[in-house]
């Protein structure tokens, strides 16, 4: 069977370059993708050479950040760092990898270029991307995989419990260092062996404590709501929201950051129909945002100096089936949280943080303003309530540190599980 598998992949691989190239936003990078550029690196020693692969923007930062802990170890680590967007290159730009393609089609003929010019000594998946092609190639080479911030949503499990079939036990290759109890558990269902699986902890909470420490802002005391990654179809909710929220609370304001900043002039068109002065927050800086009602983020990388302003956060795509996004920032950051009924995503934090009166479901605009109104009434309350959820939240930090090294020492020929003490 394994004799097949470059046939199969490429098979596989040409649906997507069909859709590639039809799509007008895609088209640009097939040939890149069909034919990656060999990689040339400076090749100074013999220290790791990690390939790392993260889907989009916010795993690129994630991997940046994996990226920067890893190097303070070990200087003389080469990384060259694939990303299926044009946003992930965007977002790679902030990291001095060695070098950065877009991934290639999940094929023999393509991967083996990559896997030919760097010679990667360690294969790093960031979050969920499980290509089967890729950890063939990985397996058949001999090159050790980890899957770092692993996850695993629930309606996830039967497709690649089905993937693993038909690539005799693909999934058994890499380690997974998950982020809690139910990615493990769902990923054990997919068919990943438990002892290939342990918790790390949620990378992305070092990540925003880093940031929210060098920030050091006090938080204001204004009724202001903080919409974080939202995607179409939820800010019209919010801003019905908002005019809820003006009749008992006139100074009541909205932070919209989307997921994708390219729509935020669409949105601050989309609030000003609403009837409110809108503003970007680039144009004028932050004197500018005080005669706002909505603020539209439209840059990358400024959530906790908004989560240092904010009273209560939305975490978008939630409200449509996107299955949400970071609901553990805002409660580190000390600011309750909302999430709509779509968040599989994060059904394990969601569930967690819910017990323990850090965050609400909602479904609607009503929903929002109710418990928006009851944050800015019981301000001191809810910083008490907070209280648990974030000590749960606190429990990740040095997932990323943790992670550096069982990747270390996988790339090293050791045992990735092991203490330090042995």
């Known amino acids: 069977m394994k004799r097949f598998y470059p046939i199969l992949t490429t098979l596989s691989t040409l649906p997507l370059a069909a859709y590639c190239l039809v799509r007008r936003d895609l088209r640009a990078g097939v040939m890149d993708r069909f034919l990656p550029r060999a990689v040339e690196t400076a090749r100074t020693g013999s220290g790791p050479r990690l390939w790392v692969h993260a889907a989009s923007a916010g795993e690129v930062a994630l991997g940046n950040y994996f990226m920067e802990i890893y190097r303070r170890e070990q200087p003389s680590a080469e990384f060259l760092l694939t990303t299926n967007t044009a946003s992930g290159l965007s977002a790679a730009a902030k990291g001095p990898w060695s070098a950065t393609r877009r991934f290639p089609f999940d094929a023999h003929f393509a991967l083996a270029r990559l896997f030919a010019s760097f010679a990667p000594t360690a294969l790093v998946l960031v979050e969920q991307e499980l290509w089967p ?38 999934l058994s290759h890499p380690i997974y260092l998950t982020r809690n109890d139910a990615d493990l558990a769902n990923l054990a269902q997919a068919g990943v062996p438990v002892a290939r699986m342990i918790v790390h902890g949620e990378m992305k909470v070092d990540a925003m404590a880093d940031r929210l420490a060098m920030l050091g802002l006090s938080r204001l005391n204004e009724p202001i709501v903080l919409a974080i990654s939202t995607h179409r179809g939820e800010e019209t909710v919010l801003l019905d929201a908002l005019g809820r929220l003006r009749v008992d609370y006139p100074e009541a304001r909205l932070i919209i950051a989307p997921r994708h900043a390219r729509r935020a002039s669409h949105v601050a068109r989309l609030a000003a129909r609403y009837g409110f002065a809108a503003t970007l927050a680039g144009e004028g ?49 000390g600011v309750p949280a909302l999430v709509g009924p779509h968040h599989a995503n994060w059904e394990g934090w969601v569930r967690i943080l819910d017990e323990a009166n850090g965050l609400s479901v909602v479904e609607n605009a009503a929903d929002v303003a109710r418990v928006a109104a009851f944050v800015f009434d019981q301000p001191q309350e809810i910083r008490i309530a907070l209280h648990r959820a974030r000590s749960y939240v606190k429990l990740s930090l040095g997932a990323t540190a943790r992670n550096v090294a069982a990747v270390r020492r996988l790339e090293a020929g050791g045992d990735p599980f092991a203490t330090e003490d042995g």
Not at 138 to 146: D, L, N
Not at 286 to 306: I, K, L, P
């Open 133 to 170: 092609g890729l950890l063939e190639m990985a397996r058949t080479r001999g090159v050790p995989a980890a899957v770092v911030n692993a996850r695993l949503p629930e309606r996830s499990i039967s497709r690649y419990r089905e993937l693993d079939r038909r690539f005799d036990g693909i």
């Open 285 to 333: 800086g932050r004197d500018s945002w005080q005669w706002a009602d909505v603020v539209v983020e439209d840059r990358f990388g400024r959530m906790a100096e908004w989560l240092s302003m904010a009273s209560v956060a939305f975490v978008g795509g939630s409200l449509v089936p996107r299955g949400g996004h970071n609901v553990c920032e805002p409660i580190l950051a």
